[in-house]
């Protein structure tokens, strides 16, 4: 019983962890299943309402929409005939369903840009220039904003710092035992956050970064499980991050031998250390985010190769996530501005189908 309820919340976990924070980072490769098969892997493709990465949420107004799309494909290669040696890569994309600048706004127009320098500065209100033309916002020297059009340009540039569209290549390899498993490897990401920071606050000719990981995760009873990720980024942006989940499993509907939905809480946490340099004013390092999320993988088919899992989590911003909205130079323009949300509600759904 044990070993086939631990087999199938394996197989029900490969969706709901891929999806859980949008990101290769966290997703673990699926166990070794009863059946041998040296070739395994999965295809993802899923939605979430909003863009996450390592738990915490940037703002609607910080990122200029909502939601975001994602999909993956995952692929295991068996070593041995036991499976205790393992291949483990994917591949993963994410895309923001809407424009995603990080900071500022574009689209604001003179007259705009003077109604929210006003909002922030009252004391600049009388000085405001009554004609919004670029030559009167030029010949408006104010205290604090300097020249008003070096400011509104400023915004404007700001703004066009676009969170990519994500793209993930990982390889590694995985140590499998009955009770543990131990995997290490290598991503190269290419946009998103991470690219932001590497392209727009590092100022590097692209936004791309590298990072090495290792992973350890234990499942000492049939429903529990616990791992922590850490990983070191180098290329461009230098850092750590520590990732740790712990997840309650159980089945809904079904027995633990033939599970047809299954039920799964998770309790995580992100920290980073050296990611963020001070100079960019835009976060600082310590604990990110804490979230809790709650699955039910729905096995669609008797082959239980198809799976569909919808997840809605409860995120809060770190010490370090709350040092970034009291710092961040986005605040210029509202309050409502500040890169991330103390507290978001996500959902998503991610339909996965193994082979």
């Not at 070993?3 to 673990?28: C, E, H, R, V, W």
Request: charged share 15%.
């Amino acid at each position: 019983m044990k070993k086939s309820l631990i087999t199938m919340m394996a197989a029900a976990m490969m969706s709901p962890a891929f999806a859980g924070d949008a990101t290769t980072d966290s997703f673990q490769v699926s166990q070794p299943s009863q059946d041998f098969k040296r070739l395994s892997g999965a295809v993802h493709v899923g939605a979430a309402t909003a863009y996450t990465i390592h738990g915490y949420v940037p703002t609607t107004k910080a990122v200029q929409g909502e939601g975001c799309g994602m999909g993956a494909v995952q692929l295991s290669y068996d070593f041995g005939k036991e499976g205790a040696w393992s291949y483990v890569g994917a591949v993963s994309y994410r895309a923001p369903f809407s424009g995603h600048t990080l900071y500022g706004n574009p689209t604001m127009n003179r007259e705009q840009f003077a109604g929210v320098m006003a909002n922030k500065y009252p004391a600049l209100a009388p000085h405001l220039p009554s004609d919004y033309s670029q030559a009167a916002f030029q010949d408006a020297n104010l205290p604090v904003v300097g020249n008003l059009e070096e400011a509104y340009q400023a915004n404007k540039k700001m703004g066009y710092k676009n969170i990519e569209n994500e793209f993930i290549v990982r390889n590694g390899l995985k140590y499998t035992r009955d009770l543990w498993n131990v995997s290490f490897g290598h991503d190269l990401i290419q946009g998103g956050i991470a690219g932001v920071v590497a392209k727009h606050f590092d100022l590097e000719n692209h936004s791309r970064m590298q990072q090495v990981w290792v992973n350890g995760e234990i499942t000492p009873v049939a429903w529990f499980s616990a791992d922590v990720n850490v990983a070191r980024t180098f290329a461009n942006v230098s850092g750590w991050w520590i990732e740790a989940h712990a997840r309650l499993k159980a089945p809904i509907i079904g027995s633990p031998e033939d599970i047809k939905v299954a039920g799964i809480l998770e309790l995580g946490g992100s920290f980073t250390d050296g990611f963020y340099k001070y100079r960019h004013n835009a976060c600082d390092n310590g604990v990110q985010a804490y979230w809790v999320k709650f699955s039910t993988p729905w096995f669609v088919n008797e082959a239980k190769n198809f799976i569909l899992t919808p997840s809605v989590s409860f995120n809060w911003l770190g010490t370090g996530g709350r040092q970034a909205n009291k710092q961040s130079h986005a605040k210029v323009f509202g309050e409502n501005y500040v890169p991330f949300r103390d507290f978001a509600i996500v959902g998503d759904i991610t339909a996965t189908y193994k082979f």
